[in-house]
């Protein structure tokens, strides 16, 4: 993963820090009992050092042959530390040969698997440290190299794990957005064509009538189903809510819905109420004009408005009608519908011809 990279270049750099300050505590200490079995010990510490920047700058690489391998070359120079020190090998304080290059392994298994493996590493260095120690000259055994050691391996473990994740979920939104905004295209051409060509047929079919009217009712069930398929799947912010999703819950064979290719956001609860009152307003087309009859809903934005129109072909309201419902306590269109609306700041215009249909047109504040 690309995230691991600025981990394995730390570690290499730290390699060769660690490696160089080895290097100098020999030549402080003149290669102590044994230099010259010193000086092949830091011999084999930069030879590894080489390869092991090379090797796990190789993803393919980074397997667990490699892992082990460098636990098992860094343990080895560690207990080759007493018969390089011999008797000038201090008591307290000591610092093995190898110093602190021993942490790199532990700093590699940290970055690969996280805080578990990590800690694994660390106690396979520690235990040899501590064994060292204890077998050692008569000294106070001094646990601060392994608490380290365990510190390291847990702290570099679960940071890398985390920037893992965080690499991942960055991933899969980029893939989300490259994906929205190829729908979005997609709907945009889609709108602009195939869309606008159906609702066309479906216009004039009805006009015609006979089997051009079939026609035009597979036309427009064509185009409610494929605006559907643009509709924006993922979750909107907190609090806002698009239209559009809300609206195709009505489309069916007998009801066309009709929206743009972007989404039409409104506040969750301004979107939900209007929902249900173009929910309304087709219950009473089927209430008065049969189950099977035709309506059409169109949604459009504007000027700082979201229109929602509702179309039916019925015998239309006569004159006094709705006055005469809502003084009887019928309170269909006057709550369910206009109340709704004007509740949330908007306005509701209803247009009937009687014997040419009623059209319903619901507009809100965006």
Not at 94 to 120: D, E, K, Q
Not at 210 to 225: F, H, N, T, V
Request: glycine share 10%.
């Amino acid at each position: 993963m690309g995230i691991e990279r600025p981990f394995w270049r730390a570690i290499a750099v730290f390699r060769v820090a660690s490696l160089l300050y080895a290097a100098v505590l020999m030549a402080q200490h003149r290669g102590y009992a044994e230099p010259l079995t010193g000086w092949l010990v830091i011999g084999v510490m930069g030879l590894w050092t080489a390869a092991a920047i090379f090797a796990y700058s190789v993803e393919a690489l980074r397997r667990w042959p490699l892992l082990v391998l460098d636990l098992l070359v860094a343990v080895a120079c560690l207990l080759a530390s007493p018969y390089v020190q011999g008797a000038q090998q201090p008591g307290e304080g000591t610092m093995p040969v190898p110093a602190t290059w021993i942490a790199g392994p532990v700093l590699a298994w940290a970055v690969h698997g996280g805080r578990r493996l990590g800690t694994v590493a660390a106690a396979v260095v520690a235990a040899a440290d501590l064994w060292l120690r204890i077998h050692g000259p008569d000294a106070p055994v001094l646990i601060n190299g392994a608490v380290l050691l365990f510190m390291t391996g847990v702290v570099v473990g679960h940071v890398a794990r985390l920037a893992k994740r965080a690499e991942e979920r960055m991933q899969r939104a980029v893939e989300m957005e490259a994906a929205q905004r190829e729908r979005d295209r997609l709907a945009r051409d889609v709108h602009d064509s195939v869309l606008q060509v159906l609702a066309l047929v479906r216009r004039r079919g009805q006009e015609l009538g006979g089997e051009a009217a079939e026609l035009g009712r597979l036309a427009g069930e064509q185009e409610s189903a494929l605006r559907s398929l643009f509709v924006r799947p993922a979750s909107p912010p907190a609090g806002v809510a698009d239209l559009r999703a809300l609206l195709m819950r009505y489309g069916s064979t007998y009801v066309t819905v009709s929206t743009p290719a972007t989404p039409l956001a409104l506040p969750g609860p301004v979107a939900e109420q209007t929902a249900a009152a173009v929910g309304a307003a087709l219950d009473n087309v089927r209430a008065h004009c049969g189950a099977s009859a035709r309506a059409w809903v169109f949604a459009e934005s504007g000027d700082g408005t979201v229109t929602v129109s509702v179309r039916d072909e019925g015998p239309g309201i006569p004159v006094g009608r709705l006055e005469e419902a809502a003084a009887a306590g019928r309170l269909g269109v006057s709550q369910s519908i206009r109340g709704r609306i004007e509740g949330l700041g908007g306005k509701v215009s209803i247009t009937s011809v009687p014997g040419e249909g009623t059209e319903i047109e619901l507009t809100v504040p965006a």
